[in-house]
């Protein structure tokens, strides 16, 4: 049976350092050729898909430096996670297996940040949710956009085009859930936040233009530790009966110290 000994929640304030383009897909009246994606209120929103994949980037970068295996979703790499050979010869063979030995083999073989983000053999261990805005300037803007010839390093005739952005200082809360981390688990994590802490990150389309680069701020981190059994059935009584994060779960006092102090166990 699963177990539920060890919970985080990490929160805070994503700011904008610089103007946010999340494209909108269809079923939009916006008068430009790239609108962004926006709530039932009409106003925008980061899916929290769009943070987990720059979230598990970051994190697939760094990882290799720690000494810790990253396939990186990287066809026919040597993790069954990521899509190709490997994955397929993985689904031939465990069709003979049992529970107990289909999890110890796919913790021998799935690499580092599959076993945290998720696999198709594995759930994640961590979950985005949607970044909800707290607080803008109240109006988009549109900006040009034009094609270039690689050649002649000229603009392209007749290929003009605008998008929608959200100016820059937008605020989002963010809020990320770590279920039953190990400690390369929980390290990730921590790693990845720093990132964001630092303003290393970016979110969104066209970053390599200067869009979509953001910062964390007023990160809290809350805990919950079940593991001894001291103070088990307290902390269970507090979690079960408290109705707000604050009563379930127990705020840490220095977000940045537990970062820090997280990320050097590995090191």
């Not at 899509?83 to 073989?109: C, H, I, M, Y």
């Not at 390290?187 to 200067?210: H, M, N, Q, W, Y």
């Amino acid at each position: 049976m699963p177990s539920f000994e060890r919970r985080y929640v990490f929160t805070g304030h994503l700011i904008f350092l610089t103007a946010l383009h999340i494209g909108g897909g269809r079923g939009t009246l916006a008068a430009t050729d790239s609108p962004i994606i926006r709530g039932p209120d009409l106003k925008p929103f980061i899916p929290g898909s769009s943070l987990k994949g720059s979230f598990r980037s970051t994190v697939e970068k760094l990882a290799p430096s720690l000494n810790l295996s990253s396939c990186g979703l990287v066809e026919d790499a040597p993790c069954p996670g990521a899509p190709g050979l490997t994955q397929r010869e993985f689904n031939d063979v465990k069709e003979g297996w049992d529970e107990a030995q289909l999890l110890l083999e796919l913790s021998n073989r799935l690499c580092i940040t599959c076993q945290l983000f998720g696999s198709p053999f594995k759930a994640s261990k961590i979950y985005f949710d949607d970044l909800r805005l707290v607080d803008w300037s109240g109006a988009t803007q549109v900006r040009d956009g034009v094609a270039i010839d690689r050649d002649s390093e000229r603009a392209a005739d007749r290929l003009k085009y605008d998008f929608e952005v959200v100016p820059p200082s937008a605020t989002f809360d963010l809020r990320v859930g770590l279920e039953e981390p190990d400690i390369n688990d929980l390290a990730l994590t921590c790693l990845g936040l720093s990132e964001f802490v630092a303003g290393f990150c970016g979110i969104g389309g066209k970053r390599s233009r200067g869009l979509g680069r953001c910062e964390l701020t007023n990160l809290k981190v809350y805990e919950l530790d079940l593991t001894q059994s001291v103070t088990r059935a307290t902390r269970l009584r507090s979690y079960l009966l408290g109705d707000t994060l604050d009563k379930k779960m127990t705020r840490l006092p220095d977000a940045n110290a537990f970062l820090q102090t997280s990320i050097g166990e590995l090191l």
